[in-house]
């Protein structure tokens, strides 16, 4: 479960919020297994680096699930196949506006990073005014938004919304969803120890990042 007391030391310092977002409706079941191993890659990362980290996990179809809510990474274990099952549509805003609702502000660094391989199709609650109004409340230097999405409507989609960074990517290929997390890893790292995210480490041979919003 990623529920997993375990105890370790870690630097002095505020630690770094990361909040991921990941997309369970009915299409991400083709790469269902690939999403869970580089999740937990991405976790196994974070929780061997030497930083400090609180983690929350949010997966999301028609509704949305919070399946970690900021646990310290040393107490955050795997990802399961039972925990992650795709199936039905692709409520976006929805899920984006619930977890920004439920947010604290918090003086710390924090990352909200979305991953889906879909558009937005099935929100009821939140429009996109709504969604943007609530990102442009918490960007700052100390809140990063990233959107990881499926093709060039990443761009339009991250920018709509009022993310700092889109990336767009062929999450056909397996390879590309490897490259995306190692980078995503390696960003959220750079973030921690310096405070500046760099957009430039989100490039791979099979993904596209662009600064949408300063």
Not at 24 to 33: A, E, K, L, Y
Not at 121 to 130: D, E, F, G, I, P
């Amino acid at each position: 479960m990623l529920s997993n007391k375990r105890q370790r030391e870690y630097s002095k310092g505020r630690p770094t919020e990361v909040t991921l977002l990941l997309d369970m409706s009915g299409s991400m079941n083709v790469r269902r297994d690939e999403t869970i191993r580089e999740v937990n890659r991405y976790l196994d990362g974070l929780r061997s680096d030497g930083q400090r980290y609180k983690i929350t996990v949010v997966t999301f179809n028609e509704g949305h699930n919070f399946l970690l809510r900021r646990e310290a990474i040393k107490d955050v274990g795997q990802l399961e196949h039972s925990e992650y099952r795709p199936n039905g549509w692709t409520a976006l805003l929805d899920a984006v506006g619930r977890v920004l609702d439920s947010y604290q502000y918090s003086n710390s660094r924090n990352l909200f990073v979305v991953i889906t391989d879909g558009l937005e199709n099935a929100s009821r609650r939140y429009n996109l005014q709504q969604v943007r109004d609530l990102i442009d409340h918490y960007r700052s230097e100390n809140y990063q938004f990233i959107f990881l999405g499926s093709g060039p409507d990443s761009w339009t989609t991250g920018q709509s919304l009022g993310f700092n960074v889109s990336v767009s990517t062929d999450w056909v290929n397996v390879q590309n969803s490897e490259n995306i997390y190692k980078s995503l890893y390696a960003a959220t790292n750079s973030y921690s120890q310096t405070g500046a995210f760099n957009a430039q480490m989100l490039n791979t041979p099979s993904t596209s990042a662009k600064v949408t919003n300063d």
